[in-house]
């Protein structure tokens, strides 16, 4: 009996360590769901961010394209005939068929950002149902557990329900607000766009306002070209008068840049030429000093010779003096 009591205390045990390994195992798959709903959060936001950021690029863009082809579809000759009604008329057909070519170009954009992101999407919904299939068979192993009779393995089941509930319902909120948030985003956008299509209309029928027919005539066109001729001969006479005086001035001022030029010329050579006399003065100081010092030694040497000549001389006499005595 004691070793059926022991064999039964030491199941129990092995079964509460299988069913904590299992919550444990839970837990960190429920901080892998939590980490991958973050990541399709972030997937999301920087694909929405890169699409407002090229529609931003693209209108700043179209807008100087737009302004220019308005002018250029301005027409050359104003026919007085036409209504300010077909005028606005043709504008705004032009602003339609802008804006359609733009939502065509902005559907386009988002097919392509779709077909970029659909596969970072697709794996990380693979590994979500990857994840929450292997939730399910972890809590059906839990379910279909007998020897989790006691109150503490049904509270880690409670818990564990608790969390997956936890899971789905966070997971719904965050789907809830981002259609949320996108519905808000689209309406903003047709404001805009609204309010930016009332600006251009404005700032179109101002264009056409400030326009008004000509005033001159071919009278004054022909008054204008003989005063222009009157002009241009008189520019022509003053030009011949003042070529003389700008030619001495040239002149003049050529002869005193030259001279300028020959003064500092001059003065270089004068400081090269006194720096050259200056080093051949100290070269012949330094050349007498040199010629004194070597006179000097030379003087010693032939006073040491005369010495030396000296006692050789007295030496060789006292030499020749004795063998005489001697013989005497």
């Known amino acids: 009996m004691e070793s059926d009591t022991q064999e039964g205390k030491q199941q129990g045990q092995a079964e509460s360590g299988k069913t904590w390994k299992i919550a444990l195992e839970w837990e960190d798959h429920k901080g892998n769901v939590l980490a991958l709903t973050h990541t399709l959060d972030t997937v999301r936001e920087d694909g929405k961010r890169e699409l407002e950021t090229r529609k931003a690029q693209k209108t700043e863009e179209s807008e100087a ?11 050359n000759i104003i026919v007085p005939e036409s209504s300010d009604r077909g005028i606005i008329q043709h504008v705004a057909d032009r602003r ?10 902005l559907q386009q954009e988002l097919v392509r950002i779709s077909k970029e992101m659909e596969p970072s999407v697709l794996r990380a919904g ?15 192993l839990l379910e279909n557990s007998t020897d989790l009779a006691t109150l ?11 969390n997956r509930r936890a899971v789905m319902k966070l997971a719904l909120n965050l789907t809830e607000a981002d259609l949320k948030r996108e519905g808000a985003l689209r309406l903003r956008w047709q404001d805009r766009m ?3 299509k009332l600006a251009w209309k404005d700032t179109t029928l101002n264009k056409f306002s400030n ?13 204008w070209y003989s005063s222009l001729m009157t002009l241009n001969k008189t520019i022509d006479c003053h030009n ?4 003389n005086l700008i030619r001495v001035q040239h002149e003049k001022r050529t002869l005193e840049r030259l001279a300028m030029q020959t003064d500092l010329q001059n003065k270089d050579l004068f400081k090269f030429t006194q720096g050259a006399a200056h080093l051949w003065d100290v070269l012949e100081i330094s050349l007498s000093k040199q010629e004194k010092g070597l006179q000097r030694k030379l003087d010693d040497c032939q006073q040491h010779h005369a010495r030396e000549n000296q006692v050789s001389n007295a030496a060789y006499s006292c030499a020749l003096f004795y063998p005489i005595t001697c013989f005497f």
Not at 96 to 105: C, L, P, S
Not at 240 to 243: A, D, E, G, N, T
């Open 211 to 223: 326009l008004l027919p000509p005033t001159c005539t071919k009278s004054q066109v022909a008054d």
């Open 65 to 75: 394209e737009i302004a220019a082809q308005e002018v250029r579809d301005l027409a």
């Open 240 to 243: 011949v008068q003042f070529v």
């Open 126 to 140: 693979k590994e979500l149902q990857k994840k929450l299939a292997f939730s399910d068979r972890t809590n059906q």
């Open 152 to 162: 503490t393995m049904k509270m880690i089941n409670q818990a564990i329900l608790a």
């Open 96 to 105: 339609q068929e802008r804006h359609e070519a733009a939502v065509t170009d």
């Open 194 to 196: 609204k309010e930016w």
